[in-house]
DNA sequence: GAGTGGTCTAGACCACATT
DNA sequence: ATGTGGTCTAGACCACTCT
């Protein structure tokens, strides 16, 4: 049989979406109408095999997706239900401030206060996790959008893990940037407190009156090691996260 | 053949994961070691399948999820690559007020200072998205840990949303959770201030001095409309999020 | 024992990109 | 034309739970 034009296209309102995403919006549409509230049972693989007519590794992929994704939770043996919907995540997500500032549409610099080899004392030893007296590195920066100050960044860096921190160009590339181009699969871990600016703050932030500011502590782990920690201030009036 | 005595087991030192996990950890591991750095090509589908003896779906889904999680880029009819390593999310997850408080081991109790319709204003009616003039439901709650205020909860609800609003019995649940029994599949949206208290703030969290507080502001979705909008003031002093 | 979900396979067809 | 990833199937075996 010859092959002579192709057909026109059959025209098609519906997007040819694969089989897997049609169970997957099957099941969220009844979730979310409230067909399926909450703890309510779903039919069985077997069952939708049977009425969509698809076969079962399609309909479980779409399951699986699902429960990745925590609409639903299932259980061997048992079945697959709605997962309770008190789970939904509340995220943000912290972005780089070299990202920050351009999204603003503005120039970004970074101006380097000082970078070097200290001798751990007992707080800094804490914060990376080494002994009192090893080395470590210390940066310290100001991060600035259209030169003027936005963030404050006091770092101390694990010096036996990332021994070429000193010897890096700041210039181009923020701190993060060098950690995370170094090191694959870094976490993260981060808490987040409101402090009035402190002399020193006050002082590298150029803010002229006490303020109220934002402080990020992040630790950044590679798998079960503390390769860093920084302290990170925003002045409350110059920037909000979002 | 007949199966008689199941054998005794082989000692396996190694614990029995399912071989799409094995393969996960295959790929993992070289990317941890450097032996894959960013955007280096992986084998093919085909070449994981001969070299490692397993079929390709299991190979797929090993690479699929990997994909999913960011670590891994794939593009149809070229191949697959190692992901760009700035791309490693950091998030911050936000707990609701009373597993906050339940998790530091102390009681947690609520004090409702109002919870009323109002008619918006140029104000409120921003907020959650609706015309000036329109009801709106407003809730102003002092959330305590061991009867010490530890967050202002200052909360408009669309009425034409949720109309049940005003009658919820919110010592048993907080908004969040009516909020997110009620409906399913809610997306949020936050942003985060520092700033120092007010007058009102002072009072409601029983505040001598003028304190840095935490600002959390969060808008709720049900699809594409805005179900509720909160400001939520932590003093610095008390909490930091973690 | 019957029903559930979890994994795995071998093979197939497709869309896409490169040569 | 070849090689890549994306999807889908039919059937299999397993571990688990409930009755």
Redesign the pocket.
Known sequence: MTKKTPLPKPVSYAPPK???ERVKSHVLKRISSGEWPAYCR?P????LVKDMG?????I?RA??ELTQAGFLE???????FVASLKTAPKNLELKDIDQIVHSRGSKYSCKIHFLQAELADADAAKLIAVSEGDQVFRSYFVHCENDVPLMLEDRHVNAALFPEYLRMDFHDATAENCLSTRFALLSHEHSIQAKISDAEVSHFLALDTATACLVINRRTWFGERIVSTARMVYPGNRYQLN
């Open positions: 694969p089989l897997y779903l069985s693989e077997h069952t698809i076969s079962r590794m399609t479980h399951l699986r299932r259980i061997q043996g048992v079945g697959t």
